[in-house]
């Protein structure tokens, strides 16, 4: 068969394969019509007949064409439906296991056509599931792509894709593919909180900070108002980082995040830049508390810390731009808010500095000192010099001197004589000052040896140490390289610590100067009576020698504080066996008052200023 009609009467000469088919059947005659499916003969419509020879009328073959469309008709309609409904089963089960919600939506009327399963087991409320179907069947016909949603009200995120396509009945319909991504979304959440906050302390880091900033700045602009920042570094905070450990510094880190973190105004706008580094900016909502505000941050830094049991001392130097007043560019602001917080500091710390045009040049200088200093440390040291300031002993007639207290003096060939006044604090930033600090111990230790050798055993020098220096965890392996070195007499050495330090972290300073104190070296507390402390204290503290702030000698005779202080001092020490220095005597009425006080050591400008070794030794050497 080849998909062509055949009209076979009984006198037709059949072709041999016909002629064995209707010998085989005893047909006598027949018609064999092809009925096409998709314009294709998927089989014959045959008419047969058995009893009687026949010729085909025209009329006969009009009649079984008819039969034969019938028949197509009817055929082609049964495959079609057959098949739709086997295509819509297998359409059905693969949709159900998708892995993701679907629904099929009419185009023009928004009917949902259809839903799997894993669309109408959402976790999700009656009213939620409502909400999304009016999303699926209201969306505007251009609507296509990948669309983000949220439930409202909750933390559920759904990712939709619509996309049209021809459905089972040939129909255009909206295609819409649901995947649930509330975990991806909670991930990203997570990943991008992380990537704006600061680890240690929860608050937000130094790239939020700029972002925010940048909005705040437009903001200002736009609305006309003033804005500010206030930049923060803690003072000193790496004496408590490096000489109580990293952990005590987290913790005061954590500690100060957490109270300004809750201050009015601040909780919100406030950010960690890294290290001891703080910022708060004051947005124009909040622009007319940003005089409390800074008060507020005073006073918090005005009280000790408790750490871990202990209070702990640590101020603050700030320095405040103004927006748009000092600028409306972010680089330039940071610029010089970072200007203002290091002006703050070279003022003495615990300061709030404003930004002014004046504090550049002041920036400039800075950074030529902070390159000199690294330089002169890079090259030994050998620039800073050592002066002696005569300790005189007035317990005794002819009030001989008694050895000296080292003073550092900074002779650079570029920046010229430089006070320690000018420099220390910059050391201290810089992380330089045990560098310096112990090219001052040595060489004070070399001219003490000197001394006693050269006809003076009696002379004695005292050697201040910084925060930094006694806070290192090899200080006294320091201290005795020094002595070895040097083979100095270690009773003829005075290491000098400030007051403060010394109160800070009592437990520790204890321990600290009970090994300096086995080397058989001296202690004196320094600048007394300035600090937190009371004179309980003194009788904690292995100490040799007690010396008084010059604060208490400037009206001794004529302030009734000062001198019941002195001699309140004076007595103490005399009870517990130890000495009193006073410093900063500048004429005879004091040294005299001090010597009817029982004071034994002075020093100041009515003997001499810091003089030069060569001067010193030609005074009281030779």
């Not at 000018?422 to 111990?441: D, Q, S, T």
């Not at 201040?464 to 090899?474: F, T």
């Not at 507390?525 to 009371?534: A, C, E, I, N, V």
């Not at 004076?570 to 900063?584: I, K, P, R, T, Y």
Request: charge should be negative; proline fraction near 3%; aromatic fraction near 8%.
């Amino acid at each position: 068969m080849t998909g062509r009609p055949y009209t076979i009467s009984s006198e037709t000469i059949m072709p041999k394969p016909f002629l064995d088919y209707f010998t085989r059947y005893e047909i006598r005659c027949g018609v064999f019509l092809p009925l096409n499916v998709n314009g294709k003969c998927s089989m014959y419509l045959c008419f047969t007949m058995m009893e009687e020879d026949r010729k085909w009328s025209v009329e006969d073959l009009r009649f079984l064409n008819d039969v034969k469309r019938i028949t197509q008709t009817i055929l082609v309609k049964r495959i079609t439906k057959n098949s739709l409904a086997s295509s819509y089963a297998a359409l059905d089960a693969i949709l159900e296991n998708a892995g993701c919600g679907i629904s099929v939506n009419d185009l023009k009327t928004g009917q949902i056509l259809y839903a799997n399963d894993a669309f109408k087991e959402m976790s999700m409320t009656e009213q939620d599931r409502i909400e999304l179907e009016k999303v699926l069947t209201i969306s505007p016909d251009g609507m296509e792509g990948i669309h983000e949603y949220r439930v409202a009200g909750s933390d559920k995120w759904l990712e939709i894709t619509f996309s049209k396509i021809g459905w089972v009945d040939g129909k255009e319909v909206r295609l819409a593919t649901i995947y649930d991504i509330s975990k991806t979304k909670r991930y990203q959440e997570r990943i991008e909180h992380q990537a704006n906050e600061d680890y240690l302390t929860g608050l937000y880091n130094r790239m939020r900070f700029e972002e925010d900033l940048t909005k705040e700045i437009h903001a200002t602009v736009r609305s006309g108002g003033e804005s500010a920042i206030l930049y923060i570094d803690l003072d000193d905070f790496n004496h408590i980082n490096d000489g109580l450990g990293h952990h005590v510094g987290d913790l005061l880190l954590q500690n100060v995040a957490d109270a300004l973190g809750h201050m009015d105004g601040v909780a919100g706008h406030c950010y960690r830049l890294g290290g001891d580094e703080f910022a708060v900016i004051v947005t124009t909502r909040h622009i007319e508390q940003r005089d409390a505000m800074i008060r507020n941050i005073q006073n918090l830094f005005s009280r000790p810390w408790l750490l871990q049991g202990t209070e702990y001392y640590c101020t603050m130097s700030m320095g405040v731009v103004r927006i748009p007043k000092d600028g409306i560019d972010l680089s330039l602001l940071l610029q010089r808010a970072d200007i203002a917080l290091h002006w703050a500091k070279s003022q003495g710390k615990n300061r709030v500095e404003y930004y002014n045009n004046n504090q550049c040049t002041s920036s400039v200088e800075r950074l030529d000192m902070e390159k000199c200093m690294r330089e002169a440390v890079e090259q030994g040291c050998k620039e800073f010099e050592v002066y002696y300031q005569p300790l005189i002993d007035i317990s005794k007639p002819e009030r001989p001197c008694c050895g000296a207290e080292a003073l550092v003096r900074w002779n650079s060939p570029k920046l010229g004589f430089v006070m320690p006044s000018e420099f220390i604090a910059l050391a201290e930033y810089l992380g330089l000052i045990n560098e310096i600090g112990y090219h001052v111990l040595i060489e004070a230790c070399k001219r003490c040896k000197y001394w006693n050798d050269f006809g003076h055993p009696e002379y004695k020098v005292n050697v201040n140490l910084s925060v930094i220096q006694l806070l290192q965890n090899d200080i006294i392996d320091t201290i005795k390289n020094a002595l070895t070195e040097t083979e100095v007499q270690p009773s003829n050495l005075t290491l000098e610590v400030t007051e403060g330090l010394a109160i800070n972290d009592m437990k520790r300073m204890q321990e600290v100067l009970g090994e300096i104190k086995k080397l058989g070296v001296r202690v004196a507390l320094d600048d007394f009576g300035t600090g937190y402390s009371s004179l309980n204290h003194i009788r904690s503290m292995p100490i040799d020698v007690i010396k008084i702030d010059k604060c208490f000698v400037e009206d001794v005779g004529e302030d009734v504080f000062s001198e019941a202080f002195v001699k309140s001092v004076s007595q103490l020490a005399d009870a517990l066996h130890m000495h009193v220095c006073v410093e900063g005597v500048e004429d005879k009425n004091q040294c005299d008052a001090l010597k009817d006080m029982n004071v034994d050591l002075i020093q100041g400008y009515l003997f001499d200023k810091p003089l030069s070794v060569d001067d010193f030794e030609q005074k009281y050497l030779y």
